[in-house]
Each structure stands twice: as C-alpha cells, then as structure tokens.
C-alpha cells in the first residue's frame, strides 16, 4: 500500500524537517504553499509576510476554505497513484475534509508541535522565509482565526513535540512510520 501523508502544525514547528526526512526515504513532496508562491509570482505580487496573508486569505474566499486541497487534487492524486507522497502544510479544515472524502483512511495526518517561544526563536534565524516577531506573531493569529489551521492539527493521527533534538524527533517519525506500515488498511 502507498502512504499519504499530510504534516501538519504552525509555522516554525519543524513541519519541513518531517517532509525532507520522507523525501529522503522516497516520498514524493507535494508543498501546499507552493501554490499560494506560485500565483503570486504569475501575477507580480512582491512575496511579504502581510502580502502572503492577503493573498491566501483572498484565494480562500474566491475558491472556499479548501482552495489549496481542491487545486492540488489532480497533482495529489497523480503523485498518491505512483507512490509514498508527503502533503507538507495543509491548512484548513476544509483542506482536510476534501482530502478524507478522496483518500478517507489512507491520508494519515502527522501533527509537529513545540513551545510557542522556542518556534518564535526558531522562525527569527531560518535561512528560508524568516519572519520578525511581530509578523509571526500576526501569521499565527491569522491562520488560527481566519484559514481554520487548528482543526488538522488538532485532529491529527499522530504526533512529534520537537522541543528536543533532532534525534528524538526522527526515532519518533520513525515510531510513527513503522506504526502506519504495520497497520495499513486498518480503520
């Protein structure tokens, strides 16, 4: 059986290093921002924190709360069809929904948690997309209060605390690895 399966959690919590680490063990990488990046670059839309809010948001309400699951299908279900695929950053519960209707108990959800403090420091010094504390601060809230993030992450089937090491965080993904091939097909 092929895996699908979404990370999910809040910026900074180290959902990209769970994709790499799959990507590294053969899973194709379907990135839910990339197409938020992408139609901003079609359309000459400067790439800014408060640009990226306004674009999401907008693209949610021309397309509903799913937009980015319902663009991604085709690619999702093409990858899914040829084998192991990682979602990396579904947002919305919406998302999810039209996800589990196409998938149903073949879509696993991974959710990355840590300290709020230690994601903040985290986000400051990324090499890729760092935000300042005030930006991040108004990312969180806007993805809790308007694109419904907390839902997947709420609801996922498994879970990483990345407040520790590196480590500790791939013998868990690998636990959960194991755990899902072990009981695939199982409901």
Known sequence: MKNLIAI???AGSGKSIATDYLVKKGYQNIYFGGVIYKR??????????DSQKEFRE????????GAV???LLPEIKKAHASGNTVLDGLYSWDEYLILEKE?????????VVCDRKIRYKRIAVRKDRPFQYEDIVKRDLAEIENSAK???IAYADYYIFNNGSLDDYYRRLDE???HIEEHEGEE
């Open 69 to 71: 699951a319902s663009l």
């Open 8 to 10: 999910v959690g809040m």
């Open 103 to 111: 998938f149903g108990q073949k879509l696993k959800m991974i959710g």
């Open 58 to 65: 907008n693209l949610r309400k021309e397309y509903g709360m």
């Open 150 to 152: 907390g839902g997947p």
């Open 176 to 178: 959960i690895l194991k």
């Open 40 to 49: 901003m670059r079609e359309e000459n839309i400067e790439i800014t924190p």
